[in-house]
């Protein structure tokens, strides 16, 4: 499904307006100011008959009559009060092309008063734009429906054909913004705003390349939407920014929030993130990772892969030794980061926050990493409200300020399969 028809969709559903409508209080407000009344019998006779029709809703019987007014109109006044009728016509049957005729009419007739001038030309203007957009002339689209919000139009769906119109011909930033201006609306209504318009709008604010910006949308997605299948897409996105530079410690970290939040989906993922462990020169995560898989039925029993892996990272575990013993022997910043991940990844937790702090204290370790470790192990304590401060003293604009960010809004939501 496209995104003009999932939100042409989702404004029916929530704000209470379709994607082509338009209200019969445009064809006859009960304050109009009508033009005097000066017309010829030749006109008089069908119209009166079409309006009598049109009155007892008798939409078929209007038809003819309102086509032999259209033939005898030929005063503005005649030409007015024939597109009227017919614009309350093609409304009733929701035939756009001809309510735009009418409307084309009335918003440039003469005789038509100002004030509804003014609402027929904004209208005209939009259901222009929204058919062009239904046709796909996007170009034509964005034209019209501009002209609709200059010309003082309140159509709550104009952001949202405005923004697919510009997605559609590869205006990142523009469409973004009217996906903004959709939300915001939609907020101040006390609506939530539907799913497909994060879907809409994050791939096009990540290849914009400002990864902090797609960092917070991805956060308010979560925060409206926390679901695992949400989450992994969150995670796939992120991902495709990822810089090489930090592309290991990143994609680890990645796997973690997903395990986190139980939104590791199969065998495929606790592999992966098994051998990331495993060649990061983190064997207790690796095994701890398997047997957790192979205890949940994610990694099917005699699976060699994995089975490969496990042996692997048992040896090496065992290889490394007492990690405790180690502790004497870290004297530097990085040292003592280093061994702090260790411990990280053999799951004793109070131990690696011990040793992350010693390592901001000794400097020369990467701070932004050791504040990102710090507040994982932190959220494992459950000591929430200090993981936060850790994961917010990760600056935005550094390497691991998306990262950070996704797992500061983690702290506030429970596994999501639990």
């Not at 005789?111 to 209208?123: G, V």
């Not at 929204?130 to 309140?154: C, D, H």
């Not at 539907?194 to 797609?214: C, H, M, S």
């Not at 004793?348 to 204290?361: F, R």
Request: aromatic share 8%.
């Amino acid at each position: 499904m496209t995104f003009v028809s999932k939100l042409a969709m989702a404004a029916a559903l929530t704000l209470g307006t379709s994607a082509l409508g338009v209200s019969p209080a445009l064809a006859q407000k009960k304050n109009d100011k009508q033009p005097a009344i000066k017309v010829s019998d030749e006109f008089r006779t069908p119209a009166a008959a079409a309006q009598a029709a049109v009155d007892a809703k008798n939409f078929a019987a209007a038809e003819p009559s309102i086509v032999a007014a259209e033939a005898a109109a030929k005063s503005d006044t005649e030409k007015y009060f024939a597109a009227v009728l017919r614009l309350q016509l093609e409304t009733s049957r929701n035939n756009v092309n001809g309510q735009i005729a009418a409307l084309q009419v009335l918003s440039s007739n003469p005789t038509t008063p100002a004030e509804n001038a003014k609402l027929y030309q904004q209208r005209f203007y939009y259901l222009q734009g929204a058919a062009a957009a239904n046709s796909k002339k996007n170009a034509e689209a964005i034209q019209y429906l501009t002209k609709a919000r200059e010309a003082g139009s309140k159509a709550e769906d104009i952001s949202i054909l405005l923004a697919n119109a510009y997605g559609a011909t590869g205006k990142n930033a523009e469409a973004v913004a009217e996906v903004e201006k959709a939300m915001a609306a939609s907020k101040a209504a006390g609506r939530k705003p539907p799913v497909e318009w994060y879907r809409f709008a994050i791939p096009k604010v990540n290849a914009l390349g400002d990864r902090a910006q797609t960092a917070q949308w991805m956060t308010r997605y979560i925060q409206e939407y926390p679901t695992v299948q949400n989450w992994r897409w969150v995670v796939q996105v992120t991902r495709q920014g990822t810089p090489a530079a930090n592309d290991k410690v990143e994609k680890l970290d990645l796997y973690r929030l997903m395990r986190s939040t139980n939104a590791l989906a199969d065998r495929g993922d606790y592999a992966d993130y098994a051998y990331q462990a495993q060649t990061s020169g983190l064997p207790w995560e690796a095994v701890a990772v398997i047997d957790e898989g192979r205890k949940n039925g994610k990694i099917p029993a005699g699976d060699s892969d994995t089975g490969r892996i496990y042996t692997a990272s048992q040896a090496a575990a065992k290889a490394e030794g007492s990690l405790d013993r180690q502790i004497a022997t870290a004297k530097t910043g990085t040292q003592t980061a280093n061994l702090a991940d260790a411990f990280l990844a053999s799951g004793n937790n109070a131990k690696a926050l011990e040793l992350y702090d010693q390592a901001l204290q000794r400097g020369g370790a990467k701070a932004d990493e050791v504040n990102l470790h710090r507040g994982i192990a932190l959220q494992r304590l459950g000591r929430k409200d200090e993981a936060r401060t850790a994961f917010q003293a990760v600056p935005a604009t550094g390497s691991y300020g998306n990262l950070a960010l996704l797992w500061a809004t983690s702290v506030d939501f429970p596994p999501l399969g639990a």
